[in-house]
């Protein structure tokens, strides 16, 4: 059974029916990003006569979600990839701080350490 043809059925049996997202082509060959908002009329038998359907263009605001998924998931990695730098900073800092002891230096002082890592206050 075609697509179509199970949305209208889905839509005969339950009299509404939303489609949050679909794609249409248009002539031009161009996908299309809709909603579809549809509502079922019966006739005074209680059969279906026809359709009042809504076709919204979201198109744009697809592209719009997608792209922050992806900027999202970009972020998400960058957070891995700098708290991956940090816990190697913080190894690195312990590492230096153990050789420096062994040569009888002090450790570390809050200077220098803020010169590594201004973030550290």
């Not at 592209?63 to 992806?70: A, D, P, S, V």
């Not at 999202?72 to 690195?92: A, H, I, S």
Request: charged fraction near 35%.
């Amino acid at each position: 059974m075609h697509l179509v043809e199970q949305g209208l059925e889905r839509l005969k049996k339950l009299g509404s029916l939303h489609v949050a997202h679909s794609q249409l082509i248009r002539k031009n060959g161009q996908p299309l990003d809709v909603e579809i908002h549809s509502v079922a009329i019966y006739g005074k038998d209680g059969k279906f006569v026809r359709t009042r359907s809504v076709i919204i263009d979201i198109t744009e605001r697809r592209k719009t979600e997608l792209e922050l998924q992806r900027k999202m998931e970009q972020m998400e990695f960058m957070g891995r990839v700098n708290l991956k730098r940090y816990k190697k900073m913080l190894e690195m800092e312990k590492e230096i701080k153990t050789l420096k002891g062994r040569l009888g230096e002090k450790a570390f002082e809050d200077s220098e350490l803020k010169s590594l890592n201004p973030e550290i206050s």
